[in-house]
């Protein structure tokens, strides 16, 4: 069992004292985030208190928010109990700027599964009365047909957005020499 709320006040505390250096500061922020990811395993957790240590520090606190992310996405695999507004709520928390392309690769990937599977899940539901009504060996050919489609088309979309994170790069390694 974790005591949340009482490093939830002692991050609070450390920040009332004033002007806080930079280099403290991101010190600070990465003991939050270690400590993040070590209770986001906690099933107990509520979703409430997760997001109040994810923004208990300002963003300026941090360099990226990869270690967010990750604290984030342990959560949601731990308490799958969780409303999608729940879950935009966290996200919500991650500045979105200073993920690295890793990172915002990984949530872009786990956001196109997210929709695959809803996509595939309302396809099933729709075909569900047809396979009473005209048998099941013809909707599972109309249902197959359909899946292959949609990742055909799917598979694409994400060639073409890979090449654009990849030209990216290029242009951020460009400016960085």
């Not at 969780?82 to 786990?110: D, I, M």
């Amino acid at each position: 069992m974790y005591d949340v709320n009482l490093v939830l006040r002692l991050a609070e505390a450390y920040l009332l004292q004033g002007w806080i250096s930079p280099s403290r500061l991101n010190k600070v922020a990465c003991l939050i985030d270690s400590y993040l990811i070590e209770i986001a395993l906690d099933f107990r957790l509520k979703p409430s208190t997760f997001a109040a240590l994810l923004s208990v520090l300002p963003d300026s606190a941090r360099k990226t928010s990869d270690r967010q992310y990750q604290a984030i996405d342990l959560y949601i695999e731990v308490h799958t109990q969780l409303k999608e507004e729940e879950k935009v709520k966290l996200y919500s928390a991650l500045n979105q700027t200073k993920l690295s392309a890793e990172a915002s690769q990984a949530q872009t990937y786990k956001v196109y599964i997210t929709q695959q599977s809803k996509h595939s899940s309302s396809i099933i539901k729709l075909f569900n009365g047809k396979l009473k009504k005209n048998g099941r060996e013809e909707a599972e050919q109309v249902l197959s047909f359909t899946i292959k489609q949609e990742h055909s088309r799917e598979t694409g979309n994400l060639e073409t957005h890979l090449q654009q994170m990849q030209l990216r790069v290029a242009e951020l390694e460009k400016i960085v020499q």
